[in-house]
């Protein structure tokens, strides 16, 4: 019947967020706004909250905040260090939980002058290394207030050249950055005799030997422009980055070594913008977009969906090294300074990757209202056994736990401050964008959970972007049932969620109207966790128009 009730399902979320805003570059199970909301089991749910971790930072900041880069150095006994490099100051600040300190070398405060990313790292069973430019090499434990400082190679007298009879002098190359790969230490943009300086050169220790460093280990890159910005260990091989092109280094010794190209159009313009997770490698190619690697395949960008952002007149290009990327809790972190208020000069969003969604989604994160951004986030626990998570905040001298609780409000300062989510469906049109329907009330299937909760659903008509209606969906908690908008309760099933608990169930709302295409803006009760499941629109149809 031509008139019939029909009706359509959104059941499937998982295509996450594509800020290509045209309906006909959308697929049907992508949003083209999402903000604090995330996957979970088919549906979407709020994000979980972030909460302060570590005590004070040191006074000594007053110089300014504004760290760089960070690492968790996971320890055999299970003691993990947190330790974060700060730009203002160049020094080294580390807690295993309580009060951050000051790392110290030589019984003073040791500075890192590695460029802008300050310092980088790399964990030798319970030893972590620290390259910080032309400043002697640390070897700290993780535990010690006092890192080890290893005296600068070369020097006439601490070159090992006997592969057979090695000589561990501790000494390390002063340089930039650092990777373990392959038994073997290696450094990048090296500073080495009278202090000369070598940007396009990579070195290699001897085989289990972080001490013991040959003259003639060392290849130096010279194709593919500008400086080494960072390397990176990857299954057999080590990446090396630079700022618009990529190689791979096989092999160990001098002998056996090929250098392969891997890009030469894409690369990273800092440490901070590469990122990797126990199987890939990831990096952002200033102004490109996001990209992977895997193995030895090329490059595969994965923000195809966000390209609007890179081009977007919000987000600041004269910032952008004011970015991140961080591998946390199996997803990738990618803090930009973007806002859709106005152009800001530093991380303020985080858009998350998921790789195991739906062949790799994004949604949008933000801090609670005034907290600012994050980043630097904690690098080195790749396998993420850790079960924690860290970003460092931009506006105040701390870290937070991300993920830290099912409370959907942020705590940075002994204080709960809510936070704001948002979810926008697709334009629903039911395959005839010329078609008028009557749109009747559409069902929510909403989650349970332990306190009830409501959402404002607002109603967009044919591709405008005017809200012409509001309604309210609310939510008993569990074992209560559900409630719309004048609080008679609707239906008697209640739905289990394994996150939230037994409640929620289907919701009905109010009529949308009359029109030939639909799209609902989804916002949360502030400070209040609330999922769902599926949207069911019903409708009947009328003349073509």
Known sequence: ???????????????????????????????????????????????????????????????????????????????DSLIIANEPDGKLYWSMSGDFAALKANSVDAVCSAGVHVADYASWGDTLFIVRGDEDVLAWDGVSVQAEDFSAVPDATNWSPDYLAPVSTSSMVRANFVASHGGRVWVASTFEKNGAFYPHRVRWSHPNQPGAWREDDYIDILVGG??????????????????????????????????????????????????????????????????????????????????????????????????????????????????????????????????????????????????????????????????????????????????????AKDQFDGVLVPFETMFTTRWVDAGYTDLTKRWKRPTFVAGGASVGYRFKVGVRRDFENPIVRNFEVVVDSKGVGARYGSGAVYGGGHIYSSTLGYGGGLKKGSSLGTMAATQLKIEGQLGVAWSLSSIVFKYRSRRLT
Not at 26 to 43: H, K, Q, R
Not at 318 to 345: E, I
């Open 1 to 79: 019947m031509a008139n019939a009730l029909r009706q359509l399902k959104l059941d499937d979320f998982s295509g996450g967020l594509n800020l290509h805003r045209s309906q006909f570059t959308l697929g049907p199970t992508e949003s083209p706004a999402m903000l604090n909301v995330e996957f979970s089991s088919g549906g979407i749910r709020t994000r979980r909250g972030w909460e302060r971790w570590g005590g004070a930072v040191p006074a000594s900041p007053a110089a300014g905040w504004n760290p760089r880069t960070a690492f968790l150095h996971e320890r055999a006994s299970g003691a």
């Open 226 to 407: 500008g400086p080494i910005t960072g390397i990176v260990p990857m299954a057999d091989h080590l990446l090396v980055f630079k700022a618009s092109s990529i190689f791979a280094i096989y092999g160990y010794d001098g002998e056996s070594q090929q250098l392969v190209n891997v890009s030469w159009t894409k690369g990273a313009r800092n440490r901070q913008l590469i990122a990797r997770s126990e199987s890939a490698c990831y990096f952002m190619s200033f102004s490109d977009g996001v990209y992977s690697i895997t193995d030895s395949q090329r490059p595969q960008e994965i923000s195809v969906s966000l390209r609007p952002l890179v081009s977007s007149e919000r987000f600041n290009k004269v910032a952008g090294d004011n970015q991140w990327l961080g591998w946390l809790g199996k997803r990738l972190w990618w803090a930009v300074p973007f806002s859709w208020d106005a152009k800001v000069d530093d991380a303020s969003a985080v858009f998350v990757f998921d790789p195991e969604i739906s062949g790799g989604s994004w949604t949008m994160f933000e801090a609670a209202d005034g907290a600012g951004g994050l980043g630097p986030f904690a690098q080195g626990a790749y396998s993420q056994s850790s079960i924690d998570m860290f970003g460092c905040l931009r506006s105040q001298p701390g870290v937070v736990r991300v993920e830290a609780t099912e409370e």
